[in-house]
């Protein structure tokens, strides 16, 4: 059976991209070129930035249209994380708050792809 290894994301500038997610993750790419940029995630699973201009075939989505989740702890790390991405100008397409399955927020790439910070469980 295949494993599940990548998670690819079509962005306008993969070395910037790089930049972000390794600033925002804490992981330094393990490649980076003008048209494709990777960096691990966790063991056996790899973020992808594709450009979105040289990907074959050609992709119509655009940022926004699915999320990354990152799970955290609890519900008060999420609101540490929340402060310290808005402290670091990332754009916050929703604030914390409570829903049925825990507490999140929705922060945005420079390209638009939605990032979910999430705690399971109940307030």
């Known amino acids: 059976m295949a494993e599940f290894s990548?998670?690819?994301?079509?962005?306008?500038?993969?070395?910037?991209?790089?930049?972000?997610y390794a600033d925002?993750?804490?992981?330094?790419?393990?490649?980076?070129?003008?048209t494709?940029?990777?960096?691990?995630?966790?063991?056996?699973?790899?973020?992808?930035?594709?450009?979105?201009?040289?990907v074959a075939p050609a992709a119509a989505a655009a940022g926004g249209g699915t999320e990354i989740a990152l799970a955290v702890e609890s519900f008060d790390a999420v609101d540490?994380?929340?402060?310290?991405w808005s402290g670091r100008g990332l754009a916050i397409a929703q604030a914390p708050t409570v829903m049925d399955f825990g507490r999140t927020f929705?922060?945005?790439?420079?390209?638009?792809?939605?990032?979910?910070?999430?705690?399971?469980?109940?307030?």
């Open 6 to 20: 990548f998670v690819i994301l079509y962005v306008d500038n993969p070395p910037a991209s790089a930049d972000f």
């Open 24 to 34: 925002l993750l804490g992981r330094p790419p393990v490649e980076v070129s003008p």
């Open 36 to 54: 494709f940029a990777m960096l691990p995630l966790r063991e056996g699973v790899m973020l992808g930035l594709w450009s979105r201009h040289t």
């Open 80 to 84: 540490a994380l929340h402060a310290d």
């Open 106 to 123: 929705v922060a945005l790439d420079p390209d638009g792809h939605r990032l979910r910070v999430m705690a399971m469980g109940e307030a």
